[in-house]
Each structure stands twice: as structure tokens, then as C-alpha cells.
């Protein structure tokens, strides 16, 4: 069993649909991470965030402590935001889930 | 302010050659992080270094695999007699402090061993 694991590893949404990725995990932590990467393969990181929840625009993270759970929510998704969304969970490394393949269609 | 710059962006090895990959990390950033990614697989640790410092290579292969952040310049991951298996994304990050703070990531190198 992977210290990280993601669900669902592939999902595909029309356009204007709300989008949930799940991330559990089993290692001690002192934060997890939403990072984005594009085909071509850059990473950009989302959010980090060690308790309750974090918004960026269209963007919500939260995470659950006692029950080592963290969802990433895409409101009103849009083409462009068809990347892999990982999950990565900081103790002493980091320590990433499989990743999420999105892909929304217009 | 630059972001974590990575160069080679691509790079061809043949067999048996070496492969460098630099990375310079973000202004005021002083510990640096490489990581792997197969092809068709996640990102994987590999070390994690301060200035003139390993402070965790537990995920570098024993062999072949040495990495560097000198006083001055930047980051180095350095493979010696490159298999094919090598072939892969490598992604450099780095941070103002320890593990817990944001990450800033360059756009990675891709190895390519012919």
C-alpha cells in the first residue's frame, strides 16, 4: 500500500462541472501539497496546507487531520485546467501520490 | 525574482555517457530538493541538500548517482555511465527553509539515453 494514494486516477468532466481529487495518506505529516503539472510537464505548486482548508479562485483545498484525508475541488472547471493533479504529503521528504489525470472537455 | 531554473530543459545521452543536469535555485532559497520521474510512474525523492551539504540521499540509487549544491553556483545531478532505465524526468525544487515550507519547482529536465 502506498504511503499516498489518490483518487480517482483518471477523470474526465464536461465543462462548468464541480471536480473533486482525493488524497488519503498514512505517514506522519507537517503539511500536504496540491501541485499542478501540465502536459510538457512543469510543476506548479497549488496549495500547501497543514489544517482546515485554502482557497485560490476557482481552487479549495481541504484537509481533514484526524482522518489523514485532503480533497482538492475545482469549481466551474474549464478546459485549461486539464492537467495531473498530485498530492504530496510532507514529513521528512516528500512523499507524492500516483497523480490524478483531469481532463475537462468544452 | 527568477524562479528555480533548470537546464538542460532536454538532454540526449548514449550509453555508458555522463549526464549533468543543474539547477539554480529561487533567490534567498538555500535548500535545494531532485526528484525522478519515470516515465508512466509518480515523482520519487531522490536527495536533499543544503549549501555544501547532503542532508538526505535516500532516495539516490548507490551507485552512478551524485549530487552537489557548492557554495556558489548552482545544484548538480550528476549520473555516471547512463543506462537506459535513467531515462526520465528530473525535477529540482527549493525552499527558504526546511521541508514544510512552499516548494518552488523548475520545469524539470528530460533524459533521454539512447
Known amino acids: 500500500k502506498n504511503e499516498v494514494e489518490q483518487s480517482p486516477q483518471n477523470l474526465t468532466a464536461q465543462e462548468g462541472e464541480f471536480i473533486t481529487i482525493n488524497c488519503s495518506y498514512s505517514v506522519g505529516i507537517s503539511a500536504l501539497h496540491w501541485l499542478q503539472q501540465h502536459p510538457g510537464g512543469g510543476i506548479v505548486s497549488l496549495f500547501m496546507?497543514?489544517?482546515g482548508k485554502k482557497k485560490h479562485g476557482r481552487l479549495i483545498a481541504t484537509i481533514n487531520i484526524q482522518e489523514k484525508h485532503s480533497s482538492l475541488h475545482i469549481t466551474a472547471s474549464h478546459p485549461r485546467d486539464s492537467a495531473v493533479y498530485i498530492c504530496?504529503?510532507?514529513?521528512?521528504?516528500?512523499?507524492f501520490g500516483e497523480g490524478t489525470q483531469l481532463t475537462v472537455n468544452p | 525574482n527568477a524562479g528555480v531554473m533548470q537546464n538542460p530543459r532536454h538532454l540526449v545521452r548514449r550509453r555508458g555517457q555522463e549526464a549533468r543536469l543543474r539547477c539554480s535555485p529561487m533567490k534567498g532559497h538555500s535548500h535545494v530538493y531532485w526528484y525522478r520521474q519515470l516515465p508512466e510512474e509518480g515523482l520519487k525523492f531522490m536527495v536533499y541538500?543544503?549549501?555544501?551539504?547532503?542532508?538526505?540521499e535516500s532516495g539516490m540509487p548507490k551507485e552512478r548517482f551524485s549530487a552537489e549544491f557548492p557554495k556558489e553556483g548552482p545544484s548538480i545531478l550528476r549520473i555516471q555511465q547512463v543506462v537506459r532505465g535513467d531515462s526520465a524526468a528530473y525535477f529540482c525544487?527549493?525552499?527558504?527553509?526546511?521541508?514544510?515550507?512552499?516548494?518552488?519547482f523548475g520545469n524539470g529536465t528530460r533524459l533521454t539515453v539512447t
Open positions: 504530496a504529503a510532507s514529513g521528512s521528504r516528500l512523499t
Open positions: 525544487a527549493s525552499s527558504p527553509d526546511r521541508v514544510g515550507s512552499p516548494l518552488h
Open positions: 541538500l543544503q549549501k555544501e551539504n547532503i542532508i538526505d
Open positions: 496546507l497543514s489544517s
